[in-house]
């Protein structure tokens, strides 16, 4: 067999870099390509049948090229000395002590990963910044590098992600851009050429931008930050939607009629979730801080401000509806993960409201199709931004609240129930036998649509006293004095 053409290797094996290099094997099988990750249990899970994150298609892509050109393996060291390409795909998450806490971006992983590439490497490479970072990070990685490099010579790039979970073999199989950004120097443009080579086999020329390293950097923050606000600026309606009787779906779709504007992206919701947007948001918040822009960091906080007062109006919708108080009543969550077609909980809206009706001290049964009981668990008992860090993959769920219960049948989640939250739009709840659900329930009988999925006046037609997002409000409801 003819020696692979590269070498690539990835560090981190989550949720962008196993995805995005099984796309890379399976369209250049003349590359050689290795994930690597500290974490023994998700590289175990990655070589098994039963891959650690759940993304359609992904299955079969992995399938086509592991052990022929796609390898996962926690022989990290070796693998990264061995390498012409490394990818640099680990945890980014928010800080959660010291300068910046709760904003600023955490580079541990980052730094300690570009430290041992040039502790084990032996030979020129290219390394590409894949994890989300902030603007100038490059620029710090380089230092690292250079400090350490025994004569070796480093390239940077900046070659930022752009799959949405969910979604993420159709976004790697026709992305609507790859972006690759890089010094203009001689190596600096050698090295955008090798890995434009890469993207190229599948990637039209023209859909292939490259830039300088800092637009690269933060073209990705504010794409996340530009995609967040239309959420916001869409929630934020809907409040206002609920206030005079408009309907926030028909003001989205007239709206997104303008084709300055377009349609996507304007689905109002319980509030934006994952692992991303307001992670990025913050960090942009402190870079614009530290850059003493504050009216511009003011600017953006608002974007994240009006996610969070999402998600509390919902919960005390709820709370407001049922007599003032869910204290002993059955609640049931359909819906955990932070959008459909994921089993991703990471920053979900389901946890905000979770914690919304437990401090009114509800009893939540829930149900997600994709995420078992010990994730949702855990995501309840851990504190704000610790979800991100890598340890968690190792943990086995903190202390666990009593007041939850987990159902394997969305029917039996919601049978005596008082009243149900749909909080993520999983196709199943468009087409639930809803009249069954309401024959089991306790009544009144409440269901509050953080999705907009169910045909609100099929269900009030069927005695349901319902509460979908940013629509006309059901008198029961626009007859209580709330405040939120
Ligand atoms: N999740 C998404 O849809 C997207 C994420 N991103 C960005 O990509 C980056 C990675 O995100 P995810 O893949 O979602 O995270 P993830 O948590 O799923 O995966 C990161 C992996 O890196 C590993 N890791 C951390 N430090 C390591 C080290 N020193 N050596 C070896 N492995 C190490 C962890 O064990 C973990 O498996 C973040 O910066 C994120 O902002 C960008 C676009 C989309
Ligand atoms: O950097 C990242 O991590 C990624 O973040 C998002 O992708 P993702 O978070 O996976 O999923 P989205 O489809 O963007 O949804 C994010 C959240 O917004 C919500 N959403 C989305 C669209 C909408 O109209 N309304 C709405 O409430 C979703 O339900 C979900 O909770 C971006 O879409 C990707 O381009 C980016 O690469």
Partial sequence: ????????????????????????????????????????????????????????????????????????????????????????????????????????????????????????????????????????????????????????????????????????????AFPDRVLIGGRDTEGGQKAVNTLKSVYARWVPEDKIITTGLWSAELSKLAANAILAQRISSVNAISALCESTGADVSEVAFAIGKDTRIGPKFLQSSVGFGGSCFQKDILNLVYICECNGLSEVAHYWKQVVAINDYQKSRFAKRVISSMFNTVAGKKIAILGFAFKKDTGDTRETPAIDVCHGLLGDRAVLTIFDPQVPEEQIRRDLSMNKFEWDHPHQLHSHGGSVTSKIEYATDVYEACKGAHGICILTEWEMFRNLDYQRIYDNMQKPAFLFDGRNIVKVADMRKMGFIVYSIGKPLDPWVKDLQINI
């Fill in 1 to 172: 067999m003819a020696p692979p053409s590269l070498k690539i290797c990835c560090i981190g094996a989550g949720y962008v870099g196993g995805p995005t290099m099984a796309m890379i094997a399976l369209k250049c099988p003349d590359v050689e390509v290795n994930v690597v990750d500290i974490s023994k249990a998700r590289i175990a899970a990655w070589n098994s049948d039963n891959l650690p994150i759940y993304e359609p298609g992904l299955s079969e892509v992995v399938e086509a090229c592991r052990g022929r050109n796609l390898f996962f393996s926690t022989d990290v060291e070796r693998l990264v000395a061995d390498c012409d390409v490394v990818f640099v795909s680990v945890n980014t998450p928010t800080k959660t002590t010291g300068l910046g806490a709760g904003k600023a971006a955490d580079l541990t992983y980052w730094e300690s990963a570009a430290r041992m590439i040039a502790t084990v490497s032996k030979s020129d490479k290219i390394v590409v910044e894949k994890s989300t970072v902030p603007v100038k990070t490059a620029e710090a990685i380089e230092k690292v590098l250079s400090h350490n490099a025994k004569g070796i010579k480093f390239q940077i790039l900046s070659n930022p992600e752009f799959l949405a979970e969910g979604t993420a073999i159709q976004d790697l």
